[in-house]
């Protein structure tokens, strides 16, 4: 694989982290589909009732609960545009 | 609990909802949006997705089909997971384009086709009035639980109508604000939001911990329940489940009544961030109750209570009235937020697509029609007929339609408007998507969901029979692979025209779409365009608002007053402002009516191209040029430097050759005067006729320099070939160098066999050059024991001769000057010439066709000359001559 033609090869910590979230934040979607029906695709029967209903919430709560970390950090600027408010 | 208590609670609550929604209204209008903007405001107006079907139906969907409930809050849950990739991209190139409506983001990403966008329109009025029937018929119903049983429910649905309508007019269409936000419906929305949230949590609650004995007797029951022979819908199919996750997914993006929500309404995708997490959560805490309700409700109510009522009845059956009222208006939030935002986003596009450019085709708008015809009003009454309309449909396919499941119509509207996903993701991922392919892909998968899923809801026709797949599986794989193969094969074969290739471009790579035009030529009659425009705009703003306008943009273009340049930009700028009024392709059609625009042409874009690559060329030439320019100047500064100094020198020369000119002359008079004396001993004769031969030589010598000098540098000087042996030259230098020999003896270092080479050359010339070289180093070498070195080389296409003394050698600074003409060292004391040696020295040596440098670096002065192997201008001939 050949290096990318434009920007640095290598990012400072903070950037490097910052892609590396954005990297899981396009894999989060991925791997919910695939929790989602997986499952069902392998066992629906077994999970049609009361065990379904409880792994379904777990997987559900687990899902909301990575979103909100990755988008919680994603969100927040990066920390060289920072202090802009020290004028 | 009285009827008349329930009117007057829902007439209450309806009133706060006028009053937050004014209040937000009357803050946004003095430019105070802290509150809409916050992200938590956004995520709860979102929960519009959660409509009465949610409220009534989910728990009727679970008593019939168990956990299957759940698929239709799992596809948003996958949407927005993904947000921070796919949501804010959409947000973003949204805004970019001011788009109004899904309908009017597929056609301006289409090129600014209005057909495509009314027929867009049309299928999402299609699959949404039974769904706004249902959220009337769930009010109608709810209100009808609480009721003797009794009551002629017509009346109060009308007034229900009458009622959102007014609502939907009132704070839906203020304004023709160059954006759709509605503030005040928002904040309405987002409160509405809560109160659904807290009713639907509380009777869970009240259902887990009060009706039963707590979380582990609830999935005790839920096992029972799904265990009893008659819960045979309750065994999941892959089939569906996967269908209905997609469906949902797809619906969240395309239902008009999100994109109003998720798009249009927020200033920009910041508060996705917060959505991203919390708006799943939302659903799965309104989710979370959903099944316990089912099953308590089937175990405690009469077999033939409705499921899609269990919300309401169960708290009824057990005397909780107060819960029954809450659970009402969290019913009554659900439908009316529903309704709302599903007529303001529907009316939008009725009026944008449909109204709108019939009312222009109808009537022209013409540049030179100075009368103020007003376009604000034809167009916010448009709006005001479409929402009547739309709740109108409703209304009447209410009571001439209802009595079906209220889960169905929300599955049957979500399947039709699906199908504009492949066109509106396609046209945002892939710049080959043309309109053609648009078109072919929302036809054939509409027309499959038309006939498949859509009639036979109406019982008007039967189910496909797809074997062992479920018919709605079945029919929604089939209309959406079809339609995403359309799409795509189409595309393939069909070439796109260039106003839709600039808009691909522009939606593609979320680029400005001014960034695509070619550059800002100011077209003819700008002036007069530019008052057309102004005048078009303030009918459409009103004065204040256009002026501003185009107040910032004369602004922007560095003019001063009302007229910016009609320039390709600013009419990209005013007609995307203009879109966010009235839609894309009317608002172009509108300008190329009054600015007289043509259409796109190839060679335009063509040109847009060109003009791209010849920027960025400019951009790379310019770096080159100022490298350019700065090896350019460093080499002026070099030559200033030179010519400054040699001037200089050549002013100190001058007062040296007339003292050299004037000592021998002077010594020349003095001693002829003598030489008159009568009593002069011949000795004293003899020695002072000597003199004035000496001081005459010398002053002969000096002009024979600079003649010599002269004729050298004209080019003029005669060279007689032949050839020679090196080291004869070099001693026979040597010796007639050793007459100008003063101070120290010089010490000759040879390396005597290598000299032996023959060279071709003019011998007296280069014998000259050795002359001058070796006495410099006898009268300047300043060691105490003064050595000339001197090494010849044979090369391949040439002799080197190399003469280096020991002494202190040149200064650097003055390395540069040592081969101009009259150039000498500081010590003019020292110098017996008159400093044109080595200025001669160079000048034979291109004659002779070779060069003399100084080498610097060596303990002292080095100089290096270089033969070719045959002079120049001496062809085969000279060898013979």
């Known amino acids: 694989m050949s290096l990318p033609p434009e920007g640095p090869i290598f990012l400072e910590r903070a950037a490097y982290r910052r892609r590396r979230l954005q990297d899981a934040a396009r894999l989060l979607p991925m791997a919910t589909i695939v929790l989602l029906l997986v499952p069902v695709w392998l066992m629906p029967s077994a999970l049609s009732g009361a065990l379904g209903m409880v792994g379904l919430f777990a997987v559900w709560l687990l899902i909301v609960i990575a979103s909100g970390l990755l988008h919680r950090r994603l969100g927040r600027p990066l920390p060289t545009e920072a202090p802009k408010d020290e004028l | ?881």
């Open chain 2, 1 to 881: 609990m009285s009827f008349d208590t329930l009117i007057l609670a829902a007439l209450g609550y309806v009133g706060l909802l006028f009053t937050v929604a004014w209040a937000a209204d009357r803050a946004a209008a003095r430019g105070r949006t802290r509150w809409t903007d916050k992200p938590i405001v956004y995520t709860l107006s979102l929960s519009v997705y959660c409509s009465a079907w949610t409220f009534y139906g989910a728990v009727g969907y679970a008593s019939r089909s168990g956990l299957e409930f759940a698929t239709i809050y799992l596809g948003p849950t996958i949407v927005l997971a993904g947000s921070w990739w796919g949501l804010r991209r959409l947000v973003r190139v949204s805004r970019l384009h001011r788009v109004t409506s899904v309908a009017d983001l597929v056609s301006a990403r289409f090129g600014k086709s209005n057909p495509l966008a009314a027929l867009i329109t049309l299928i999402a009025l299609i699959a949404a009035t039974p769904y706004l029937a249902l959220q009337l018929q769930s009010i109608s119903v709810s209100f009808a639980a609480f009721s003797p049983g009794d009551l002629p429910s017509g009346p109060l649905d009308g007034w229900v109508a009458v009622g959102l309508a007014v609502f939907a007019i009132l704070f839906g269409t203020r304004n023709l604000a160059a954006d759709e936000r509605h503030h005040g419906v928002v904040m309405a929305i987002a409160v509405e939001a809560m109160v659904k949230l807290l009713a639907f949590i509380a009777l869970g609650i009240w259902v887990v911990w009060g009706l039963a004995d707590g979380p582990a007797d609830m999935l005790a029951r839920i096992a029972a329940r799904a265990a009893q022979p008659d819960a045979a819908g309750w065994t999941l199919r892959p089939d569906r489940w996967t269908a209905l996750i997609a469906v949902s997914a797809a619906a969240l993006l395309t239902l008009p009544r999100m994109f109003q929500v998720m798009v249009i309404e927020p200033a920009d995708e910041t508060p996705l961030t917060s959505a991203a997490w919390a708006f799943p959560a939302y659903l799965m805490a309104m989710s979370l109750f959903v099944l316990p309700i089912a099953v308590i409700g089937k175990e405690m109510l009469p077999a033939d209570a409705a499921p899609d009522l269990y919300v309401l009845h169960l708290p009824l059956s057990q005397g909780a009235d107060g819960l029954a009222l809450l659970v009402f208006l969290g019913g009554l939030s659900s439908a009316t937020s529903m309704v709302i935002i599903s007529t303001i986003a529907l009316a939008t596009m009725v009026s944008n697509h449909w109204l709108v450019p019939l009312f222009l085709a109808l009537r022209r708008i013409d540049a030179s029609d100075t009368a103020p015809a007003d376009i604000r009003g034809p167009l916010l009454a448009s709006r005001r007929i479409a929402i009547m309309a739309v709740i109108g449909a409703g209304a009447l396919y209410q009571a001439i339609g209802g009595g079906q499941a209220l889960a169905a119509m929300g599955t049957v509207a979500f399947v039709g408007v699906a199908q504009l996903l492949p066109a509106m993701l396609g046209g945002l991922l892939w710049r080959g998507a043309t309109r053609k392919g648009a078109y072919a892909g929302i036809c054939m998968g509409s027309a499959i969901w038309l006939l498949w899923v859509f009639l036979p809801s109406l019982g008007l026709r039967g189910l496909p029979d797809l074997g062992p797949v479920d018919p709605l599986a079945g029919a929604v794989f089939v209309s959406l692979g079809l339609n995403i193969a359309c799409f795509t094969a189409v595309s393939l074969l069909t070439l796109p025209d260039p106003q839709e290739r600039l808009q691909g471009l522009s939606f593609v790579h979320a680029v400005s779409p001014e960034a695509t035009m070619a550059g800002g030529a100011v077209r003819p009659e700008g002036a007069v365009r530019a008052e057309a425009l102004l005048t078009l705009a303030r009918r459409v703003w009103g004065g204040d608002e256009a002026l501003l306008f185009f107040r910032s943009e004369a602004d922007r273009q560095g003019k001063s007053g009302f007229l910016p340049d009609v320039t390709a930009s600013f009419l990209s700028r005013l007609e995307r402002r203009l879109a966010g009024s009235m839609g894309t392709a009317t608002a172009h059609a509108m300008l190329a009516q009054v600015a007289g625009q043509r259409q796109t042409t190839m060679s335009e874009l063509m040109a847009v191209a060109g003009e791209a690559q010849r920027a960025k060329e400019r951009a790379r030439q310019l770096e080159d040029d100022s490298d350019e320019l700065a090896r350019t100047a460093r080499s002026l500064q070099e030559a200033n430097d030179r010519l400054t100094a040699l001037s200089v020198q050549k002013d100190a020369f001058l007062g040296q050759i007339s003292h050299e000119l004037r000592t021998p002359m002077t010594s020349v008079r003095a001693f002829s005067e003598l030489l008159k004396l009568p009593d002069l001993s011949p000795e004293d004769r003899e020695r002072f006729a000597g003199i004035i031969n000496e001081e005459a030589t010398r002053l002969t010598r000096l002009l024979d320099d600079l003649l010599d000098l002269s004729v050298l540098e004209s080019g003029r000087a005669r060279l007689s070939s032949s050839v020679v042996n090196l080291h004869d030259l070099i001693s026979r230098a040597i010796e007639a160098s050793s007459a100008l020999g003063s101070g120290a003896e010089l010490r000759i270092d040879r390396d005597t066999p290598t000299e032996q080479i023959m060279v071709m050359t003019d011998a007296d010339r280069l014998l000259q050059v050795l002359i001058n070289l070796i006495g410099n180093a006898r009268k300047y070498c300043d060691a105490a024991r003064p050595v000339l070195t001197i090494r010849t080389r044979k090369l391949t296409d040439g002799t080197q001769i190399t003469v280096m003394d020991n002494g202190s050698g040149i200064p650097a600074e003055q390395q540069d000057l040592v081969f101009e003409k009259f150039s000498r060292l500081n010590d003019p004391a020292r110098a017996g010439g008159a400093g044109l040696g080595l200025a001669i020295s160079r000048e034979v040596m291109t004659a002779l066709g070779g060069t003399i440098t100084y080498l610097p670096g060596h303990d002292g002065a080095a100089f290096r000359l270089e033969l070719p192997v045959r002079p120049p201008g001496l062809g085969a001939s000279a060898e013979t001559s």
